[in-house]
């Protein structure tokens, strides 16, 4: 039988688990094994700059963390994994599907996007989308053509009417 330091212990590993499975916009578990550490550890800073975290956690663990929360993963939790949590939504999904491009040892398995679980192929729908900033650019563009069109609009206008005077 567990001692009570160790059933302690892992309580509060679970509850870490669901506290960041609540406060994270996006999640993703995937199989690192066979990424070196210092791949990992690249992998790592990158998601720090994001405001994301990967941890490696006993998939039991995690189970029982999914279970609470009733989100059901089982088909996902064997061999090794790590799982990353997002404050952002977007921005960890990109980096770990650039880093999966580059990188064949790491496979993402499956996604928490928003409180529902995303498959692979939500997950990689998600990465296309372009970052704020290159949303926010392709609007101000559209937004600049009407203002031009406008522009050269009214410039004929004028020179119409300077032509009939």
Excluded: W
């Excluded at 996902?76 to 770990?96: D, S, V």
């Excluded at 563009?141 to 609009?153: E, P």
């Amino acid at each position: 039988m567990a001692s009570e330091k160790i059933l302690a212990g892992k309580k509060q590993i679970v509850d870490e688990i669901i506290d960041n499975l609540k406060n994270s916009e996006s999640v993703l578990i995937f199989q690192y094994q066979g990424l070196t550490v210092e791949d990992l550890k690249n992998l790592r800073r990158e998601l720090k700059n994001v405001d994301a975290d990967v941890k490696i956690y006993k998939n039991t663990l995690l189970k029982r963390a999914t279970d609470e929360l009733k989100i059901n993963l089982d088909d996902f939790l064997a061999g090794p994994n790590a799982i990353c949590f997002g404050k952002t939504l977007l921005e960890p999904i990109k980096i770990i599907s650039e880093y999966a491009k580059t990188h064949d040892k790491l496979n993402v398995r499956v996604g928490i996007i928003s409180g529902s679980v995303a498959d692979l192929a939500t997950i990689n729908e998600y990465a296309t989308i372009p970052s704020r900033e290159g949303l926010l650019t392709m609007l101000a563009g559209g937004m600049m053509q009407y203002v031009k069109d406008l522009a050269i609009s009214l410039n004929l206008y004028i020179e119409q009417k300077e032509g009939k005077e």
